[in-house]
């Protein structure tokens, strides 16, 4: 089992950089695919951002490709996803995400996440 807080989100103004974090306990975070996730008001939850259990894949929606990047510590069992040149679109909720490294396939392939966080918040205002 894998719990998962994030951090880091808040309002900001378009053209404005955030880093968000997110924290996971347990041992098993060096065997554990990371992903961060968005959900708007009446819209699905997408994939952003994932990386694999060992960092050496990556994976990033078109909308934020070049500008979002994600990466992990594992001595600090933290995954974070650097946000850059934020436009009025990336408004959402952001979810971290984990599954296990056996769980191969597509690493932004939400229904194969079995660990979520509660979310946080990130607006951005134009």
């Known amino acids: 089992q894998v719990q998962l807080v994030e951090s880091g989100g808040g309002l900001v103004q378009t053209g404005d950089s955030l880093r968000l974090s997110c924290a996971a306990s347990?041992?098993?975070?060096?065997?554990?695919?990371m992903g961060w996730f968005r959900q708007a008001p009446g819209k699905e939850r997408e994939c952003v951002a994932a990386i694999s259990w060992s960092g050496g894949d990556t994976d990033y929606a078109d909308s934020v490709n070049g500008r979002f990047t994600i990466s992990r510590d594992s001595a600090k069992n933290t995954v974070y996803l650097q946000m850059n040149n934020l436009k009025s679109e990336d408004t959402a909720i952001y979810y971290c995400?984990?599954?296990?490294?056996?769980?191969?396939?597509?690493?932004?392939?939400?229904?194969?996440?079995?660990?979520w966080g509660q979310g946080t918040q990130v607006t951005v205002s134009s």
């Open positions: 995400a984990g599954r296990h490294r056996s769980n191969i396939g597509s690493l932004c392939n939400t229904v194969t996440y079995a660990y």
């Open positions: 347990g041992r098993t975070f060096g065997t554990t695919t």
